[in-house]
């Protein structure tokens, strides 16, 4: 995932063009788009805190799941990556949703008369963004329960 950010920053940086391709396919109301680097640029810092509240949640999500893996049980550890990975793709989905109208206002600032706009939007990549952090809550609170038993029956025993 940091390869891959890391590609289209610099491909943004290098090429503003390419952005403006991919954006377009965004919004195809408005035909194609140009923008300058000072667009781009402007266009990454308001991609950037999504782009890293998921490269986070991944992360978190990784180390979790491993820890599941790793230890004969589930613990609490386990419980808190995994709750953290649900928190980061929360916060993702709703960077995502703020993120639609600023970044509309950055890459129509110089577009010609009639070309200029503001999208509000909620679509299937937030919902399911958001849906599957709704899942990783709730897992980590069945690992959190499952790690409490656990050390209840070890305590009786």
């Known amino acids: 995932l940091i390869a891959i950010a890391a590609w289209g920053v610099i491909q943004t940086f290098w090429q503003p063009e390419w952005l403006a391709a991919s954006l377009s396919t965004s919004y195809p109301q408005f035909g194609s788009l140009h923008i300058n680097t000072a667009q781009a640029m402007a266009a990454l810092a308001v991609l950037a ?10 992360y978190a999500g990784w180390v979790g799941f491993g820890h599941v893996a790793d230890v004969t049980g589930f613990d ?18 709703l960077a995502m949703l703020l993120s639609h109208p600023a970044l509309s206002a950055i890459i129509s600032y110089g577009q010609p008369e009639g070309h200029r706009f503001i999208t509000i939007s909620v679509g299937t990549p937030e919902l ?30």
């Open 128 to 157: 399911m963004t958001l849906l599957v952090s709704f899942v990783m809550f709730a897992f980590a609170q069945l690992i959190k329960l499952a790690s409490d038993i656990d050390r209840d029956n070890k305590l009786i025993v």
């Open 49 to 58: 805190p999504q782009i890293l509240l998921f490269i986070w949640a991944a």
């Open 76 to 93: 609490a550890e386990a419980s808190a990556w995994i709750r953290d990975s649900g928190l980061g793709l929360a916060l993702s989905s």
